[in-house]
Nanobody, 122 residues
Framework: VQLQACGGGLVQAGGSLRLSCVAS????????MGWFRQAPGKEREFVAA????????YYADSVEGRFTISRDNAKNTVYLQMNSLKPEDTAVYYC????????????????WGQGTQVTVSS
């Protein structure tokens, strides 16, 4: 599967952004999907993940209650709605795909998108 992420940008603290990630191919529904982020000088960290049908969702503690992951299997797309953004959310955001929920672990991910920059100003 190939992934293409978009939707990043510059936003003030407290604002919102929605990231999208479109997958190629006809097997999107057989993948669990996730979002990671990487700030300068830091390791890539898990943000959110969603199961094949969308029934299971998992979040990092740092984004719980502010970010929402969702998917539309008919459109081969996974979304990350980010609300109440903080300057510490500034990072390059990557979408990820895996055959199961090990998508929450960066080293287990099968496929990565190219990343989209999110910058939150204070």
């Amino acid at each position: 599967v190939q992934l293409q992420a978009c939707g990043g940008g510059l936003v003030q603290a407290g604002g919102s952004l929605r990231l999208s990630c479109v997958a190629s191919g006809r097997t999107f529904s057989s993948y669990c999907m996730g979002w990671f982020r990487q700030a300068p000088g830091k390791e890539r960290e898990f943000v959110a993940a969603i199961s094949w049908s969308g029934g299971g969702k998992y979040y990092a503690d740092s984004v719980e209650g502010r970010f929402t992951i969702s998917r539309d299997n008919a459109k081969n797309t996974v979304y990350l709605q980010m609300n109440s953004l903080k300057p510490e959310d500034t990072a390059v955001y990557y979408c990820a795909a895996d055959r199961d929920m090990t998508v929450v672990v960066a080293s287990a991910v099968d496929a990565w998108g190219q990343g989209t920059q999110v910058t939150v100003s204070s």
